[in-house]
Structures are given as C-alpha cells and as structure tokens.
C-alpha cells in the first residue's frame, strides 16, 4: 500500500526555521517525482516545491515563487524521504503542508496526511 507520512510541522514565530519530513512506502521511490504542497483556509491548494529527475538530469527542483529562496527540498532515497528546509518563515506560509508522490506513467497523486505549519504574527 502506498503511504506517505508527514512531520515536523508545528508553531514558529516569523522569521524562524522548520523542516518538514515525509517518508514514503509501498512504491519505488526513487523513479517518482515528489513535492509538497499546501494549503491554508479559503485558498486553493498550491504547489510549494517539486524534485525529479528526466533522464541524466537529476533531482530537478521547482519553488513557487512565494518561497524562493527560503525554502529547500531535498530527498533521500534511501531512507525513502524528502524533506522541505523552511527559513525565513512568514504569516503567510501559514498552512498545511502536504507531501505527494507521482509515480511514473501514473496520472494520479498519492498523498500524505498533511502537517499542519503555523507561523504567528
């Protein structure tokens, strides 16, 4: 069965640092784009990072443009995990933050849970 497990969210003031982890189960990791997404209240779902790799070309890895330069993802895959290094936190990163997995030639998304990060003000 396809599991993807989230942690390290919680309440940090801004300008504070969390990393989010997600460990992953029952598909081939490595050969799989994953990524975060998020959520907050009333907003769409967005699309935080992404890594994956095409060919030679490895780990491959896209930010919203909300996050550049504070946020980085990175992933293990041999302890099947991908992180999302947060700094920098702001208010508005408030949200729940979702790790997704695409298999190869699969048009759907396997998710986590979700973890809920909170960013006083």
């Known amino acids: 069965q396809v599991q993807l497990v989230e942690s390290g969210g919680g309440l940090v003031q801004p300008g504070g640092s969390l990393k989010l982890s997600c460990t992953a189960s029952?598909?081939?990791?490595?050969?799989?784009?994953i990524g975060w997404y998020r959520q907050a209240p009333g907003k769409e779902r967005e699309l935080v990072a992404t890594?994956?790799?095409?060919?030679?070309?490895?780990?491959?890895?896209r930010y919203a443009d909300a996050v550049k330069g504070r946020f980085t993802i990175s992933r293990d895959n041999a302890k099947n995990t991908v992180y999302l290094q947060m700094n920098s936190l702001k208010p508005e990163d408030t949200a729940v933050y979702l790790c997704?997995?695409?298999?190869?030639?699969?048009?759907?998304?396997?998710w986590g849970q979700g973890t809920q990060v909170t960013v006083s003000s």
């Open positions: 029952g598909f081939t990791f490595s050969s799989s784009a």
């Open positions: 997704y997995a695409k298999q190869p030639f699969s048009y759907t998304y396997d």
């Open positions: 890594i994956f790799s095409i060919g030679n070309m490895r780990n491959i890895t």
